[in-house]
């Protein structure tokens, strides 16, 4: 079967930086999506990788190694609206959007 | 105007009830989605509209039936609800449908709960 892992719960500190994992098995490999999700808010985009590899947008970076079926979010400088959900989603060789079940991120002061 | 408007955003209603969600994108999209969000789930895919046409059910009960008069307007039609069905109902489109590597942009969902 199909299957994204990654941490149900993470906490930090304000102005620190976090790394969000997320691991993967799926049939065929399109492309790797990192969504965020605040609270009773709409999921909305942050990142996609489908070369191996960092992409740096600002103070998120996501990392991609396909050999290892293996990807991270990192966050910087850490403030206290990025406490969300975080949502990795792999592209199968369908074109099926593999769903993992989220990060619940909690920012501390 | 947001880009993917969804109504109600909170729904209460018994089993016996029939109601309808809406979804409305102003992003000029092509591809159209209703998934099933959980507590603690991945998010379930359960209908996916590519140019108006239904593209995909994903095994979901008769009870929930999906209309998508054109491609800026989803529907889903709900009859005979289940307590198990109670959950946020999000929508999403992109500019093409399955088969492309492109983001999807949701709306902020219909949270249901049925009684």
């Known amino acids: 079967g199909q299957n994204i892992d990654q941490p149900t719960e993470m906490t930090a500190t304000e102005g620190a930086i976090v790394q969000i994992n997320c691991t993967y098995q799926?049939?065929?490999?399109?492309?790797l999506f990192w969504y965020q999700q605040h609270a009773g808010e709409a999921p909305t985009f942050l990142s996609y990788?489908?070369l191996d590899g960092l992409e740096e947008k600002g103070r998120f970076s996501s990392f991609l190694s396909r050999s290892k079926g293996y990807s991270y979010l990192l966050l910087k400088e850490l403030q206290m609206k990025d406490s969300a959900s975080y949502l990795c989603a792999v592209l199968d060789s369908n074109y099926q959007l593999i769903w993992g079940a989220g990060t619940k991120l909690i920012i501390k002061p | 105007e947001t880009g993917v408007t969804q109504t109600p955003r909170h729904l209460v209603m018994g089993m016996t009830n029939k109601k309808s969600l809406k979804c409305e994108q102003h992003l000029g999209h092509n591809a159209m989605y209703w998934y099933k969000q959980s507590a603690k789930k991945p998010l379930e895919l359960m209908f996916v509209?590519?140019?108006?046409?239904?593209?995909e059910n994903n095994s979901v009960p008769s009870r929930f039936s999906p209309e998508c008069p054109n491609s800026s307007h989803l529907f889903l039609h709900l009859h005979t609800l289940q307590p198990e069905d109670s959950a946020l109902y999000l929508c999403?489109?992109?500019?093409?449908?399955?088969?492309?590597?492109?983001?999807?942009?949701f709306g902020d969902g219909t949270r249901l709960s049925i009684l």
């Open positions: 799926t049939s065929g490999f399109n492309g």
């Open positions: 999403a489109s992109s500019q093409e449908g399955q088969g492309a590597a492109q983001p999807q942009h």
């Open positions: 509209y590519n140019f108006k046409e239904q593209t």
């Open positions: 990788n489908v």
